[in-house]
């Protein structure tokens, strides 16, 4: 999850607004003959407004990483902007995002090789304000 604060503030009463990632569910299909995982990936963001004012609409940046688990290294990431749109008199908004990749599968390796991770794009701020809070 991320939380948006305003310039200067680190308070509950300075929250802009605080995002997560509800749901994710993905669906690989291998294509044999060209050796490709054909992956499409759907999210569910939230957002959800906090006490300090919120101009215009919510923009969630989120990732999708292709992770090879033998070497646990990064094969591909790519970031993408959702914007939240906030209907007026509403405290909680959300989105649906598809994303769809083809992954090549590279000699010696089997499909069950690749793992897919999806999360919030966080600035070092936000992360260490999480760790603060889970106590990581």
Excluded: W
Aim: negative net charge; charged residues 25%.
């Amino acid at each position: 999850q991320m939380t948006d604060y305003r310039p200067g503030g680190r308070d509950v009463t300075d929250i802009v607004f605080q995002g997560e990632v509800s749901s994710v569910s993905s669906e690989c299909k291998y294509d044999k003959d060209d050796k490709v995982i054909n992956m499409t990936t759907t999210l569910t963001l939230v957002a959800e407004r906090g006490a300090a004012p919120l101009k215009g609409d919510v923009i969630l940046p989120f990732f999708v990483a292709v992770v090879d688990r033998k070497t646990e290294k990064v094969l591909n990431k790519n970031i993408f902007q959702s914007p939240v749109p906030f209907p007026p008199g509403h405290r909680r908004s959300g989105v649906s995002e598809e994303i769809t990749e083809q992954i090549p599968v590279a000699a010696g390796h089997s499909i069950v090789d690749y793992e897919i991770l999806v999360g919030l794009q966080l600035t070092e701020e936000q992360l260490e304000t999480n760790r603060k809070q889970h106590g990581s």
